[in-house]
């Protein structure tokens, strides 16, 4: 079983930025790839950002390009999310994933085996 706990979040102003971080433990890390979702009031859940399980490759959304950086440190089994320039439309409960398998679609809710509790991030306008 592999647990994923996450810190960072909170409430931050228009304009300013957060880092999310989510350490995974139960499984070897680095043969995980990661991704991180959100889910905002009254929304379906979204994809928000993954990456490879090197590291060497990144995936965003759309409307989180450029303004948000996910990596990830594998010989400390985390991952994390730097939020920067961040918008009233970021506030949403923020997630973490972890897929072990080999599905295709890296932005799919349903490749994710694991699921990290979620935590609040409010943007202030």
């Known amino acids: 079983q592999v647990q994923l706990v996450k810190s960072g979040g909170g409430l931050v102003q228009a304009g300013g930025s957060v880092r999310l971080s989510c350490a995974a433990s139960g499984r070897t890390f680095s043969t995980s790839r990661m991704g991180w979702f959100r889910q905002a009031p009254g929304k379906d859940r979204e994809f928000v950002a993954a990456i490879s399980r090197s590291g060497g490759n990144t995936y965003y959304a759309d409307s989180v390009k450029g303004r948000f950086t996910i990596s990830r440190d594998n010989a400390k089994s985390t991952v994390f999310l730097q939020m920067n320039s961040l918008k009233p439309e970021d506030t949403a409960v923020y997630y973490c994933?972890?897929?072990?398998?080999?599905?295709?679609?890296?932005?799919?809710?349903?490749?994710?085996?694991?699921w990290g509790q979620g935590t609040q991030v409010t943007v202030s306008s």
């Open positions: 994933a972890a897929d072990y398998g080999y599905g295709l679609s890296y932005s799919s809710q349903s490749v994710y085996d694991y």
